[in-house]
């Protein structure tokens, strides 16, 4: 019984702090042409500047490590949004009460909410041919936010969220099966 109560607040634990990453991508495109990239200009990512600074860095270190380089003349530009909400925890505590007497019954209950609300934070990256203009792949995380972590805690997050978006990138395009 105890090994099944740690179980289930390790569990609870990794739910609250993980990463969630939905993909999308043109199956036609050729990802090995795209070696080089850049931001947009004038992008406004929605962040603070030190935020998006951070954030600037994490994709710099990751896109280094796979061979793909920043440059003037990109192959491709990224593009950043991202917004801030507050979901409500939909956990609650039934507390109820209840008696009989002869043949009449009655009854009363109260859900009781556990925690507060929690603050998310949805970013958007979408990677866009810079010769078509066209966008080829894009990455939507979200993912759980404190706005007054410190400054390390933040750019841990940050690197963390990127290092799990571009997990899937360049995407691996299954072939089909010959008949």
Do not use: H
Request: glycine letters at 8%; charged letters at 20%.
């Amino acid at each position: 019984m105890r090994n099944i109560w740690i179980l289930l607040v390790v569990l609870c634990a990794i739910s609250c702090s993980t990463v969630r990453v939905n993909y999308d991508f043109d199956k036609s495109v050729d990802f090995t042409n795209y070696s080089t990239y850049n931001y947009y200009p004038e992008m406004e990512t929605g962040l603070s500047d030190l935020d998006s600074k951070r954030l600037f860095n994490a994709i710099d270190s990751t896109m280094q490590l796979r061979g793909i380089l920043l440059s003037e003349e990109p192959d491709f530009y990224i593009n950043i949004q991202s917004k801030s909400f507050i979901t409500s925890n939909n956990s609650t505590v039934g507390v109820g009460i209840g008696g009989t007497s002869g043949n009449v019954g009655g009854g009363v209950s109260l859900g009781v909410p556990l925690g507060g609300s929690n603050l998310e934070r949805e970013l958007i990256f979408d990677l866009v041919d810079s010769q078509k203009d066209a966008l080829f792949w894009q990455a939507i995380s979200l993912s759980n936010f404190n706005e007054n972590s410190s400054p390390s805690t933040r750019e841990k997050k940050l690197y963390e969220i990127v290092a799990k978006v571009f997990s899937k990138y360049p995407p691996v395009i299954k072939k089909a099966k010959k008949k």
